[in-house]
């Protein structure tokens, strides 16, 4: 056995050969060193990174430079980097194995990571060098950075949260392993086809994948179906084994996590489906060549592509499929693979926190309950005791829908012996339900594991609950509306398991990165320990009265609208106004978040001057932005941002507007984009219903880079409006207990849109057909004035009004910069090292190095 493996529980840097009890692949005999030996760090200087970028370009390539392409130039620099990285990678990981700590190993199922090398070069310090490098070279550094494609491993604020986190633990120096799934096509590239999404393949690795480290050793194999069955144990006790009937190699691709300046480098390890036997021959050979390769193709679609729509019985499946495909590798990466052969399983909660980020790898609780009763040979009681130690829960949502609930019939039939083990778990805790409160049988039914209505399912929110160390929501309001309402008969039950830890982004990708103008200009006042401790940005509030800060404010807000513009034109999107207040709505297409309600108010400002109750020139000039993409199966938000391109289309060439209203949607909302768009906003969209919203992070990134908000009460809003100040924040709207109100008592859209002239004109003027496709936008708002199920209509009036206040703001430039710079200077709270010393502090009790 090699020292890696018998030394403590952690696992932060390139992989020795696996003893995984699962693991396929040629066994390596043990290996055997003296002592961990630092890594020797190239030297850090502008001639040999020179050396080392044309020696990569030559022999990792192949070309020289004056035959080199861009993507050779990316991948050679890229490499290059990486191997800077890679020092601090062994360092990192020789220093954890001499002193080890509690780890924390984040499941989640998204990570958008955006692209890799800016991030790199920020945190590895090496941006200086690598620009001179470049320079002496004749090669342009921005346009081989444009040149990397970032992963398609994540769909919106879930997995950049997960991102943001992973790299909070890595400057703060916390043991952690992130595991997730590398998607081969992520979750779809959008496109616009005469308005209309349409979704099209990602194809992110296409052109090289630099930054990952593939690791066939480590794979570990995965089972699905099959069948139980009892027998006798050595001991003469009855136990269970699964027999399944098929399975899956899960192969491990690390990723390299920097720290910021800290010399740390920590894991994310993302996991490929690849078929235990992918070709066979001697079928090959009798000329079937389709049937020859079908294992390959099954087993590789787990991991083709992010959220496979669900709406039939076969996505369901390979949804499940990809859930527990990634949890039961990673525990079993972690049980078999990195811990000693000869560790107490009963101490496992001391070394490790399996972080569940939402429901997606709640499946992982019966996955290590299978683990220690099967493999390991315990007794249910230690093995529940152990296992509802080593998990923590984070809810990310407050919808019904969006609370996962699996098919009883599904489980039995993809995982019979977990089903089996749910089940127990079920009973046992019924029965703690009844001693607590006997007699109360419809607490028992809301609360229980198994969902008993209609088909039976699987409530992966109450499974997750049950045996989370502590459960937590992602917002103040967001949090207590769990314990008041989603899980409120479990939050009776126990007070104690429930929190709340507010997200929060990193700044070095959100503000340092990606908005070089405002940073210098905060590093001047203040300088640059705020980029590590965010709260010093508090620093800045003196300067928001000064005249000249203000104007060099402005300044670099202009900045980086020429350089959003120059972004989109390259894109192909069309250019945007200067002088417009920019006013963006960049998030999930979902009927929650109610682009609907902004795009009223875009068609209500439109219509008043077409029937002239405004005159143009009153109109404050406004670009208003979308970005977002909508679930493929999800029929009226694709329908949205259908009716959105059109009023786009018309308002943009309506002479009568004389230019001051433009609307903007460019295609595939990423990370990328966002790290430009976000630094050129001048007004926030938060206007979720109130009591929908987890939490949102784009509305952090906002503020932080200067951006006003006009939000409902509602998520991180209630946060954030009372961090920046009423007078810095346009708030509107029904707060939550006037929402639930209205509910209760009945909510009538179409009371409201026959009582208000304005919004009626809007609606109508889109009913009409004036902005093309007469049937779909009668479709569209016909179901809005029926149904609108989250009270766009209701809130509308609130919104026009709020919007009015933005505009007489707007008109003062010296109190909206102002308050942009007040915002900026008080939003050190959402800093994601703050929320991870939170959950470091209330849950994980893991350890800052």
């Not at 034109?569 to 999930?588: C, F, N, W, Y």
């Not at 809130?795 to 007040?822: E, G, M, N, P």
Request: one cysteine or more; proline letters at 5%.
């Amino acid at each position: 056995m090699n020292e890696f493996q018998l030394s403590a529980p952690a696992d932060f840097g390139p992989d020795e050969p696996s003893t995984n009890f699962r693991a396929t692949g040629p066994q390596f005999p043990p290996t055997h060193h003296l002592a961990d030996q630092p890594a020797v760090a190239p030297a850090r200087d502008v001639d040999t990174f020179v050396q080392e970028f044309l020696e990569e370009l030559n022999f990792g390539q192949g070309v020289p430079l004056d035959r080199s392409t861009i993507n050779h130039q990316y991948l050679a620099l890229a490499s290059t980097v990486r191997s800077y990285l890679m020092a601090d990678w062994l360092d990192t990981a020789a220093r954890r194995r001499a002193h080890p700590a509690k780890m924390v190993g984040y499941l989640s199922a998204e990570y958008l990571l955006g692209r890799q090398l800016g991030n790199a070069l920020l945190n590895s310090d090496l941006e200086g060098i690598v620009e001179e490098a470049m320079r002496q070279l004749g090669i342009d550094l921005a346009a081989v950075r444009a040149q990397e494609v970032e992963p398609g491993l994540g769909n919106g604020g879930l997995g950049r949260l997960a991102a943001c986190f992973v790299d909070s633990l890595a400057t703060m120096d916390v043991s952690c392993i992130g595991y997730g799934i590398r998607y081969e096509y992520g979750i779809f590239r959008q496109t616009f086809v005469e308005g209309r999404q349409v979704e099209v393949p990602d194809t992110w690795l296409a052109l090289g994948a630099p930054w990952e480290f593939r690791n066939p050793e480590r794979a570990v194999q995965v089972d699905f179906g099959g069948s139980v069955e009892s027998y006798a144990d050595d001991q003469g006790r009855l136990r269970r084994r699964w027999r399944p009937d098929w399975n899956v190699l899960a192969v491990p691709y690390n990723y390299m996590v920097p720290g910021y300046h800290n010399g740390v480098a920590n894991t994310l390890r993302l996991w490929s489906a690849e078929a235990t036997r992918a070709f066979d021959l001697q079928i090959f050979n009798h000329g079937d060549y389709a049937e020859a390769v079908r294992a390959q193709t099954f087993a590789e679609n787990i991991s083709k592509v992010l959220y496979p729509e669900d709406s039939t019985p076969q996505g369901k499946e390979l949804r499940l499929q990809q859930q527990y495909f990634f949890v039961a590798a990673s525990i079993g990466d972690y049980l078999h693979g990195t811990l000693p052969v000869d560790f107490d399983l009963a101490r496992l909660p001391e070394q490790i926190i399996f972080q569940l980020n939402d429901t997606h790898p709640v499946i992982g609780i019966p996955e290590l309950m299978r683990l220690l009763i099967d493999v390991h040979g315990m007794e249910w009681d230690r093995a529940w005791a152990i296992t509802s130690r080593c998990f923590a829960y984070t809810c990310h949502t407050l919808l019904p829908e969006a609370l996962e609930v699996w098919p009883v019939s599904l489980v039995e039939r993809l995982l019979p012996r977990h089903m089996e083990i749910i089940f127990e778990i079920n009973d046992r805790f019924l029965h703690t339900v009844r001693e607590r409160f006997p007699g109360d049988e419809d607490r028992v039914r809301r609360m229980s594991i198994i969902a008993e209505d209609g088909d039976r399912g699987v409530r992966m929110a109450h499974l997750a609950t049950v045996a989370a160390v502590r459960v937590n929501g992602v917002a103040e309001l967001h949090s207590q509306l769990l314990r008041d309402k989603v899980l409120v008969d479990f939050a009776q039950l126990w007070p104690e398991k429930f929190t709340n830890v507010t997200n929060g982004v990193t700044p070095r990708r959100f503000l340092v990165s990606a908005n070089p103008p405002l940073t210098s200009l905060i590093n001047d006042a203040i300088g640059e320990g705020w980029i590590t401790d965010l709260e010093r940005l508090r620093e800045l509030e003196p300067y928001a009265e000064d005249p000249v800060f203000r104007e060099r404010f402005r300044e670099a807000k202009r900045a980086n609208k020429d350089h959003l513009n120059t972004t989109l034109l390259a894109a192909g999107t069309a250019e945007l106004p200067p002088d417009h207040m920019l006013d963006v709505m960049v998030k999930r297409l979902h009927e929650y978040k109610r682009q609907m309600l902004k795009l009223l108010h875009i068609v209500s400002t439109y219509e008043a001057v077409l029937s002239g109750r405004v005159p143009v020139d009153q109109v404050t000039p406004r670009t208003c932005l979308f970005g977002a993409k909508a679930a493929p199966g999800y029929a009226t938000a694709k329908e949205t941002i259908y009716l959105i391109n059109r009023v786009a289309s018309v308002i943009n060439a309506d002479p009568k507007l004389e230019g001051r209203l433009f609307v903007a949607f460019p295609p595939n909302y990423n990370v990328t984009l966002a790290q430009r768009l976000i630094p050129a906003a001048d007004l926030s969209e938060q206007i979720s219903l109130a009591g929908k919203e987890a939490s949102g992070t784009g509305n952090m990134k906002l503020a932080l880079n200067g951006a006003l908000t006009i939000g409902t009460d509602d998520g991180a809003n209630v946060e954030i409006r009372k961090l920046v100040g009423d007078d810095n924040f346009f708030l509107f709207g029904m707060r939550e207990p006037e929402v639930a109100e209205l509910q209760a008592h009945g909510y009538h859209p179409g009371e409201v849109y026959g009582s208000n002239p304005v919004l009626k004109a809007a609606v109508d003027l889109i009913a009409s057909g004036h902005f093309g496709d007469r049937e779909a936008s009668q479709a569209l708002m016909g179901d809005l004035v029926g149904n609108d199920r989250f009270m766009a209509l209701a809130d509308f009036q609130a919104y026009v009004d709020a919007q009015a206040q933005v505009d007489a703001k707007f008109a003062d430039t010296d109190a909206w910069t102002r308050s942009a710079i007040l915002n900026v200077a008080r939003s050190g709270y959402f800093s994601s090292d703050r929320s991870m010393r939170d959950y470091i502090d209330r849950i994980w009790g893991a350890q800052v190095h």
